[in-house]
């Protein structure tokens, strides 16, 4: 059953990108660690690190655009579910800290220690083992996407509707996890990491590895994604895209469909907020921000919906772009990011991906010049 998958998922296209990213996951350690500090492809280290950023930013994009471009739901909540993974993999790293806190609690984390709790609550049992860890990682934005979509596609809840209260979580749990006595390190958040899974989360080596894991974890989601558009149930997704009153009018369950792909979504939205946080060294409320899920969204539309390459190319594109005007011009960064969104919304609407290949597609297609004459003479012969 998974190999015939596979084979569908890889077609020409897809196995280049699956090629290239894999190809950058052996590259770039390489040219870190092993390549002189001369030496022309040496990659410092901070590159390293904003490498990484990038990486978890374009499976998030990637995330999206399976629900948005080949699903039709504009979902304004993708930030919680990178959120959510964010903090499952931030309470694993807690944990490891044991007595090397500030307070040497071999138990508690030192917020909790400095908010005098008394025992570790109840939900944070069992993120001392990584692979406890790694299965909340999924079923958490899984949880929350099935039991949110359960509701919202059961009562029909479409277009801006649905954009709005995806929107209206994201903000309510960014209210709640700024509170000390949810358990999450209130508006600071979870920091101070030492280790994952025994080794020091500061070093090269780590964070070479911690890059390289992205790569890895990118290509297989977009290798997930390409198998599910290409099959047959993507081509219900594109039904329910395109015609949704239709789609249910042949019999098929359109709420079942949209909760499925919103659910698989979320979980590939909380594998890249997990791989972020031990490579960015915090989590904290501040990645609800409803405008961070709305950056993803001008990521995605930049980039190409419903193309799947589009997006990481567009979020890769976009926060190269942030990363040198928050540097240069760090006032004139959020006006840049709205022009640039009329900009592609006005010129590019299918985005660059999807526009390049809409030329490339028109100038490769073969072309009657002359379709009258033809015609005629076609005509004058019969005669």
């Not at 374009?58 to 919680?80: E, F, R």
């Not at 080596?205 to 911690?210: D, G």
């Not at 985005?351 to 004058?380: C, Q």
Request: proline content about 4%.
């Amino acid at each position: 059953m998974i190999t015939p998958f596979i084979i569908k998922a890889l077609d020409k296209k897809a196995s280049w990108v699956v090629a290239i990213l894999v190809a950058i996951a052996i590259f770039v350690p390489i040219a870190n660690l092993a390549l002189p500090r001369d030496s022309f492809f040496h990659i410092p280290n901070y590159a390293i690190s904003l490498m990484g950023k990038y990486t978890c930013y374009a499976l998030l994009a990637l995330a999206l655009d399976l629900v948005w471009g080949y699903c039709g739901i504009l979902s304004l909540g993708h930030g919680a579910f990178f959120a959510l993974g964010g903090y499952a993999m931030g309470m694993y790293l807690m944990r490891q800290i044991g007595t090397r806190g500030v307070y040497g609690d071999p138990v508690l984390p030192d917020f909790m220690v400095f908010l005098n709790w008394k025992e570790l609550p109840w939900f944070w049992h069992g993120f001392d083992m990584f692979w406890f860890a790694a299965i909340m990682i999924l079923f958490v934005p899984g949880l929350l996407a099935f039991v949110f979509g359960w509701f919202a596609f059961r009562s029909r809840v479409t277009g801006v509707y649905l954009s709005i209260i995806t929107q209206a979580m994201t903000y309510a749990l960014l209210l709640a996890f700024f509170r000390n006595e949810m358990g999450f390190g209130g508006n600071n958040g979870l920091t101070d990491f030492k280790d994952i899974l025994g080794f020091d989360i500061q070093a090269d080596t780590t964070r070479a590895a911690l890059f390289a894991a992205s790569c890895i974890a990118l290509a297989i989601s977009f290798l997930i994604c390409s198998g599910i558009v290409r099959s047959k149930f993507g081509k219900v997704l594109v039904a329910v895209r395109d015609a949704e009153s239709r789609s249910r009018f042949f019999g098929y369950r359109v709420e079942n469909v949209k909760l499925f792909v919103f659910v698989v979504s979320a979980m590939m939205a909380g594998v890249a907020g997990a791989l972020y946080v031990p490579q960015v060294g915090i989590i904290n409320p501040g990645e609800f921000a409803p405008a961070n899920s709305i950056e993803v969204v001008v990521w995605t539309a930049v980039g190409g919906r419903g193309t799947l390459v589009g997006p990481i190319i567009g979020a890769v594109l976009v926060n190269v772009g942030k990363t040198f005007f928050t540097a240069a011009f760090p006032e004139f960064w959020l006006f840049a990011l709205g022009a640039l969104f009329v900009g592609v919304t006005l010129f590019l609407p299918k985005g660059i991906v999807g526009s390049v290949s809409g030329l490339y597609g028109r100038a490769t297609k073969p072309r009657d010049e002359h379709p009258n004459l033809h015609s005629a003479a076609k005509e004058a012969a019969a005669e």
